[in-house]
């Protein structure tokens, strides 16, 4: 028995979460309450295991990278940490203080236990989507704590009102009811608005069946290629591009401008807003205050091939290697707990779309209320069966990088009037020389911490 427990002292774990940014000039979180489910579930662990104290930190979600890499060299980093999703190879390069990764895959350190510390052992219960996204060569490397995918929004009066009936499925329905709205005489200026942001690009690359990276997108081997100017990459950027040739498509002239799409949609300079299901129940305060009905739809597919979940957003809780056995058992134990039934299930009342099965059954259940608008349709994309490696999602370093290397590509057609081709040629070569780099730190001997520590989502 560890001496802790024989001095009456708890066993700490540190668990660090990946926090809401704040919105900026103020201190208000842009997110507020998204860590709340894992502090509840880290006073009922405590609670049932009083030998341990799990000990929760909330550090900015584009921070805590950095934040654990410094730790590690002052000798003290967190039993574990929250990475967000497009961190998850940063996470996976994280070396410890010997040169050895941070991190053990979750599923690793678990083995082939039922229980730990009479916790039963819950990842064979996370939804199929969710445990592929989070998993490396079939491998679960972290454990999911949050998940979240894109959805289409509408003005339900506008829509009457242009005679649209049903909510687009498709690009094609979409820039026909952006025209049907633009013939309106009193009509919005636009039709539509969505963030210039890294993740509606990953999502409609795989939603037509291509790769943004090599490897199976990193899922069977590590990215060493970039393609940013794919087939597929250029199909959407071009019909982007006409979208806002037509004045069909708003852009708010901001990257990474949620809010800005969202405050649009309220203004009901638009009719539809595509974004993230996290932010529903701040779009049906939106749609109360402007006065109209919020409608909820999938996100319009590039044609009539079958619905892919694509790839999700939101945390993981990533395990530090070579912990003592009781901290690493403790570690295990909560994040099962945290995932258990009663857990899994209070967390769809938060952000989260349902991390297991049994949040999913109680999610569509007849009897169940979606707790906030978006919720049920996000929910049916989540658990799409047309799902492949590939499809889980890009898996690659500097994804953050990469990410804004793109994003400022289709500023430039937008804005400036690049010509797309020409323009994504350019930012793939700009794309691979950063994750040249980024490998060169990982494929080191001996490996090192890549430098491209700060993240967004």
């Not at 020389?433 to 990982?442: I, K, P, Q």
Request: aromatic share 8%; glycine share 8%.
């Amino acid at each position: 028995m560890p001496d802790s427990i024989q001095a009456g002292l708890p066993i700490i774990i540190e668990a660090w979460l990946g926090d809401s940014a704040k919105i900026e000039g103020t201190d208000e979180d842009m997110l507020p309450g998204t860590g709340n489910p894992i502090v509840d579930a880290a006073h009922s662990f405590n609670v049932a295991h009083p030998e341990y104290e799990v000990r929760i930190r909330k550090i900015d979600y584009r921070e805590l990278p950095k934040a654990v890499a410094e730790a590690v060299a002052q000798g003290n980093p967190p039993a574990l940490a929250e990475y967000v999703y497009t961190a998850t190879q940063v996470a996976l390069d994280t070396r410890a203080r010997a040169g050895g990764p941070l991190f053990v895959p979750v599923e690793r350190a678990v083995r082939d236990r039922t229980e730990i510390l009479g916790e039963p052992v819950i990842l064979d219960d996370i939804v199929a989507s969710a445990r592929e996204y989070w998993s490396r060569g079939g491998e679960l490397v972290s454990v999911p704590t949050t998940v979240t995918c894109n959805v289409l929004f509408a003005n339900r009066a506008i829509l009457e009102r242009a005679g649209i009936d049903r909510m687009p499925a498709t690009w094609q329905d979409l820039e026909a009811a952006c025209a049907a709205v633009a013939a309106l005489p009193d009509g919005p200026a636009h039709g539509v608005t969505w963030p210039n942001y890294g993740w509606l690009f990953h999502r409609e690359v795989v939603g037509q069946g291509g790769l943004f990276c090599n490897g199976d997108n990193g899922r069977a081997g590590r990215a060493t290629r970039v393609f940013l100017d794919s087939p597929e990459m250029l199909a959407y950027v071009q019909w982007w591009k006409h979208m806002h040739d037509r004045a069909y498509y708003h852009y708010t002239g901001e990257v990474n401008d949620y809010f800005g799409a969202m405050v649009a949609f309220g203004r009901q300079d638009v009719a539809f807003a595509v974004t993230s299901s996290a932010v529903g129940q701040e779009m049906l305060d939106i749609a109360t205050a402007a006065g109209f009905e919020l409608l909820a739809g999938h996100l319009p597919r590039s044609g009539a091939e079958p619905y892919s979940s694509g790839p999700l957003g939101g945390q993981s809780f990533f395990l530090t290697a070579g912990l003592p056995t009781a901290v690493e058992d403790g570690a295990l134990a909560f994040l099962q707990h945290q995932l258990n039934p009663q857990h899994a299930i209070a967390r769809m009342h938060s952000r989260s779309l349902p991390l297991t099965q049994p949040a999913h059954e109680q999610a569509t259940a007849e009897q169940w209320t979606e707790p906030f608008p978006g919720y049920l349709v996000a929910t049916e994309q989540l658990a799409s069966p047309n799902r492949t490696p590939a499809a889980a999602g890009p898996l690659l370093g500097n994804l953050n990088g990469i990410n804004g290397i793109m994003i400022a590509a289709m500023d430039d057609v937008l804005k400036r009037g690049a010509e797309p081709a020409a323009r994504f040629r350019e930012a793939s070569r700009a794309a691979q020389a950063l994750l040249d780099r980024y490998n060169a730190s990982a494929l080191a001997y001996p490996p090192v911490t890549p430098e491209a520590l700060t993240v967004t989502a």
